[in-house]
T-cell receptor, first 114, second 113 residues
Framework: NAGVTQTPKFQVLKTGQSMTLQCAQD?????MSWYRQDPGMGLRLIHY???????DQGEVPNGYNVSRSTTEDFPLRLLSAAPSQTSVYFC?????????????FGPGTRLLVL | AQSVTQLGSHVSVSEGALVLLRCNYS??????LFWYVQYPNQGLQLLLK??????LVKGINGFEAEFKKSETSFHLTKPSAHMSDAAEYFC???????????FGTGTRLTIIP
């Protein structure tokens, strides 16, 4: 099993550009989440999904969109990148509720917005 | 507000010494509590979790944590630090048993040879 994979590893964007961060898992987990990690702030939940076709907002959803067309994939879209979105982004999946079950994290995508 | 607080953003211990990383929570109901570890340039992985089955929870790599309701704490300990323990440690919390996990701000552990 590859677990949770994320692409790209690194990305540099200019302000106003859009891009999609890819996330895939091969563990047949229903629950998937996107977090951003900023120094001194821990991880903050952006969006999450409890199954294909079902998504909801987390703590910091503004400027991001998600969709979940399959169990395996959960892409995160930046609509119009801003310097405040410079961060490290982690995707995670879990076999049950993220607040109860173990989450499995991808290796992260480091994003720099100029 | 329901939350989790990690005391000390940086902790340094000598190799072989006791590791103690502090986590306090604020909740009106029994919470679910987790410790995750992040090694350099990697994602997070679970060390251990408390889900009310036992107050002393043993995790991987010799770590353990004790849930103390009277102190609203869930501190992480390891009797003898190893160089490979150098990492960032996150306490995380959920008090509704739902989809959302709230993370603390993290503690970076440095091991002194």
């Amino acid at each position: 099993n590859a677990g949770v994979t994320q692409t790209p590893k690194f990305q540099v964007l200019k302000t106003g550009q859009s891009m999609t961060l890819q996330c895939a898992q091969d563990m047949n987990h229903e629950y998937m989440s996107w977090y951003r990690q900023d120094p001194g702030m821990g991880l903050r939940l952006i969006h999450y999904s409890v199954g294909a076709g079902i998504t909801d907002q987390g703590e910091v959803p503004n400027g991001y969109n998600v969709s979940r067309s399959t169990t395996e994939d959960f892409p995160l879209r930046l609509l119009s990148a801003a310097p405040s979105q410079t961060s490290v982004y982690f995707c995670a999946s879990s076999p049950g509720l993220a607040g109860v079950e173990t989450q499995y994290f991808g290796p992260g995508t480091r994003l720099l917005v100029l | 507000a329901q939350s989790v607080t990690q005391l000390g953003s940086h902790v340094s211990v000598s190799e072989g010494a006791l590791v103690l990383l502090r986590c306090n929570y604020s909740s009106s109901v029994p919470p679910y509590l987790f410790w995750y570890v992040q090694y350099p340039n990697q994602g997070l992985q679970l060390l251990l979790k408390y889900t009310s089955a036992a107050t002393l929870v043993k995790g991987i790599n010799g770590f353990e944590a004790e849930f103390k309701k009277s102190e609203t704490s869930f501190h992480l300990t390891k009797p003898s630090a190893h160089m490979s323990d150098a990492a960032e440690y996150f306490c995380a919390f959920n008090n509704f048993g739902n989809e959302k996990l709230t993370f603390g701000t993290g503690t970076r552990l440095t091991i002194i040879p």
